[in-house]
DNA sequence: ACGAGGTCCTGCGAGC
DNA sequence: TGCTCGCAGGACCTCG
């Protein structure tokens, strides 16, 4: 577990940049093909090999290392995805569960590991890759979201706020983690409609969300098992988690035992039903 | 429009 | 001890 999110892919994307940038990729080798979205495994690796990095940039959850020919490796980690330049060669361990390898010119290597391979790859060209970027929604940490988007968002639609925060359309990058830990700060109840948040709950959501998601790229992220920065280090952002993975315990703020339920969206919600109305 | 449920995938922890 | 089973969940899908 892990659950790579924004703050997540953040710190793997600021980790891999300077060793990737105008390298090479001498060869490519992938384990499974299931981890493939719209490209065969010989259109992926013709397409890798001897292709060289112009840069590597984050997108919502995902990593996006740009090719000289014109296309872009996006990577989705999904639940246990990791990417790591090596250094030195892969140990057992880490060579276990690799889905993707990209030896580099002038040594390293470039590993995709993903034990539950819930994560994806995708190889774009540049009218693909805007299709697809233009599916997704603002950037949280961007000046153009506003409480103002936010607001226009949730104002069309009844689903649960909790849901409609996850929503890569409303704005992207927030996954469960970091939706519990933004709801409770804003002291807001996750199960209440969207559209009824008043304006000034909306202002505070939006502030929460930006603040927790800065935290968290400040801590490298969340590790709870698989999460691994961009050098292989687990992350440090589970320590101050408020209410995620802390079902059952006092609440930080009011002491209150932490309620747990999978009634929205069938993925744990934890909260507390004193501090958030 | 929205909720509910299934699918992918595999390690892990609980229960018998 | 050794097995089975359910759970974790992001993205995407179908159904009512």
């Excluded at 490209?39 to 001897?50: D, F, K, P, Q």
Aim: hydrophobic share 40%; aromatic share 6%.
């Amino acid at each position: 577990l892990g659950v790579p999110e924004l703050p997540e892919v953040e710190t793997i994307v600021r980790d891999i940049r300077p060793a990737l940038t105008g390298r090479c990729f001498t060869s490519a080798r992938l384990s499974h093909d299931d981890v493939l979205r719209g490209v065969t495994r010989r259109g992926l690796l013709t397409g890798l090999r001897g292709a060289r990095v112009v840069n590597v940039t984050r997108r919502a959850k995902h990593a996006v290392i740009r090719l000289d020919r014109g296309t872009r490796l996006v990577v989705q980690p999904g639940m246990t995805g990791s990417l790591v330049v090596h250094r030195k060669p892969l140990t057992r361990d880490e060579s276990a569960y690799a889905v993707l390898r990209l030896p580099l010119d002038r040594g390293g290597e470039l590993v995709y590991r993903d034990v539950r391979r819930l994560g994806t790859l995708l190889l774009l060209d540049e009218r693909g890759w805007r299709k697809y970027d233009d599916a997704l929604g603002p950037e949280p940490l961007a000046a153009e979201f506003t409480p103002h988007v936010l607001a226009e968002a949730f104002r069309g639609t009844r689903q649960y706020v909790k849901k409609a925060l996850m929503d890569q359309r409303v704005v992207v990058g927030v996954g469960n983690i970091y939706a519990n830990e933004a709801l409770f700060a804003a002291r807001i109840d996750p199960s209440r409609p969207a559209n009824v948040l008043t304006v000034g709950e909306v202002e505070t959501l939006h502030a929460e969300v930006r603040r927790i998601l800065q935290a968290a790229i400040a801590s490298n992220g969340t590790t709870f098992r698989d999460y691994r920065t961009g050098t292989g280090e687990p992350g440090n952002f589970q320590l101050e988690l408020m209410v995620y993975d802390r079902e059952g315990e006092p609440c930080r703020n009011c002491g209150t035992p932490l309620a747990g339920t999978h009634a929205i969206d069938a993925r744990i919600t934890v909260f507390c039903w004193r501090c958030q109305t």
